[in-house]
Nanobody
Framework: QLPLVESGGGLVQPGGSLRLSCTASGIHSTYLPIGWFRQAPGKEREGVSCISDSVTDGSDTTDYADSVKGRFTISRDNAKSTVYVQMNNLKPEDTGVYYC?????????????????????WGQGTQVTVSS
């Protein structure tokens, strides 16, 4: 598999917005979750959002960390092999390096996982800084 490539990070003021992109060339199965994660200085990497089709019924599932629910929206364009996360009302605590990765296992049913251990093929990350 080709490595994933993240883009779209930058410096933004509190309350501002950014859209991150994750290009997943070579990932042909929509049943493999794509997850967004972030890592702040001195902290562990944490799950932010994920998206996947379910093998059981083909439904499109998404999930979000509680800290970003209502502010972040994940979506994808299969034709472009790209997954996006629209981040609105950004807060200083959203600052960190944002990574995307591919799920190790297809999603059979339920919600896509937000655990770092469930993902592989990490991108190089893109820096998001929220500061006035």
């Amino acid at each position: 598999q080709l490595p994933l490539v993240e883009s779209g990070g930058g410096l933004v003021q509190p309350g501002g917005s950014l859209r991150l992109s994750c290009t997943a060339s070579g990932i042909h199965s929509t049943y493999l979750p794509i997850g967004w994660f972030r890592q702040a200085p001195g902290k562990e990497r944490e799950g932010v959002s994920c998206i996947s089709d379910s093998v059981t019924d083909g439904s499109d599932t998404t999930d979000y960390a509680d800290s970003v629910k209502g502010r972040f929206t994940i979506s994808r364009d299969n034709a472009k092999s790209t997954v996006y996360v629209q981040m609105n009302n950004l807060k200083p605590e959203d600052t960190g390096v944002y990574y995307c990765a591919v799920g190790i296992n297809p999603l059979l049913d339920g919600q896509c996982p937000l655990s770092v251990d469930e993902y592989d093929n990490w991108g190089q990350g893109t820096q998001v800084t929220v500061s006035s």
